[in-house]
């Protein structure tokens, strides 16, 4: 693996950043005021490769918050024609975290298996990311290490440590390769970069203290025994549904599907848009019945669906232990605090 560990000086970012646009639309970190967002970068442009976490995850490429699917269109002899949205450009991410890396495969397996919707494959499968290894957690309430998402390199094609002076990448696919290549020559990281980088990677642990103090495949089962749980009562009492939550979420996947047509009925659009399990409303079906009418209900569904349905289904836990939704929700209710509880029940 070492000789394939290279040394990229930060002033050589640029190239970096000017090979890809020539393929991909490229998006990275940039810190706008005192938060950090996802977006587009040029050569010259400071590139946050420091920044804690951004509000909004890298899901919002692959699986835009609206999108049109198609357009249509009744033709003089009552026919309908489908037009499908012009080709888009591929992204480019540069410095996604391991907690938004592990998402990115959480994403992949809800599309191809569960909707069997192309769209989003396709937009991973054309995509270029570069991971970024994270040294101190990126927020208060983060708990990737638990969550096992702390190491995550896939489905990165370059992943990247920031070891200080210089940046050391892994080339982990072949078109990581060829875009390295393309670059210019590199050198390979030196014997001392490589032993400093081993004790950086021995001793990160110790900046990410285990949170739960039990392994999240204990999750299914110890959510399992708890789904009677007065704790969904108590936490939903503070819940006002607003959706923030599954807003920020990297794994949240919930979409809802609408047509806009003209009067006549003749044209019109249909897009899709992110909608989530703590929206009211969301579970209610043709004919006004709703499987999940109270906030406790609704709670409860989101944290079983993380720790115990997506772990079911597609082998993963579905928190990656970010802590976006914790800190971002209006009155502090913690994934981390409820895994705890039901974490710690005999």
């Known amino acids: 693996m070492d000789n394939e560990i290279y040394r990229l000086p930060r002033e050589r970012l640029d190239s970096l950043i000017e090979r890809l646009a020539r393929d991909y639309r490229v998006v990275g970190p940039v810190k706008q005021g005192a938060t950090w967002m996802w977006t587009d970068v040029r050569p010259g442009m400071p590139l946050a490769l420091d920044y804690p976490t951004t509000m909004l995850p890298p899901r919002q490429f692959f699986a835009p918050m609206r999108e049109t699917l198609f357009r249509y269109h009744r033709g003089d002899d009552g026919r309908f024609a489908f037009e499908e949205p012009a080709g888009e450009r591929p992204f480019a991410l540069l410095g996604v975290h391991g907690c938004d890396l592990t998402a990115l495969r959480v994403l992949r397996a809800f599309h191809e298996s569960s909707c069997r919707d192309r769209l989003v494959p396709g937009r991973l499968d054309r995509s270029f990311v570069m991971g970024l290894a994270c040294w101190t957690p990126c927020l208060p309430e983060s708990f990737c290490r638990d969550m096992g998402s702390l190491e995550s390199e896939s489905p990165a094609s370059l992943y990247v440590w920031d070891i200080g002076g210089v940046l050391l990448v892994k080339v982990q696919t072949a078109r990581g390769r060829e875009i390295m290549r393309d670059v210019g020559a590199l050198d390979a990281a030196t014997p001392d970069e490589l032993v400093a980088l081993r004790k950086r990677l021995r001793t990160r642990p110790e900046a990410f ?52 047509a003209s009067l006549s009925g003749g044209d019109g659009t249909r897009t899709r848009s992110w909608t989530g399990c703590q929206v009211p409303g969301f579970s209610r079906v043709a004919g006004g019945h709703d499987f999940r009418p109270g906030r406790a209900q609704q709670l409860r569904y989101r944290i079983f669906r993380k720790g115990k349905y997506m772990p079911e289904r597609y082998g993963m836990v579905g928190c990656t232990g970010c802590g976006r939704c914790a800190t971002h929700c209006p009155t502090h209710i913690s994934i981390r605090e409820i895994f705890l509880q039901v974490g710690r029940a005999p």
């Open 209 to 260: 203290p285990a949170q739960l103090q039990f392994a999240p495949e204990k999750l299914a089962t110890s959510l399992k025994a708890a789904e009677s749980d007065i704790l969904w009562e108590a936490t939903a009492d503070r819940c006002l549904s607003c959706g923030r939550c599954n807003l920020v979420c990297p794994t949240c996947t919930c979409f809802d599907v609408g047509d806009q």
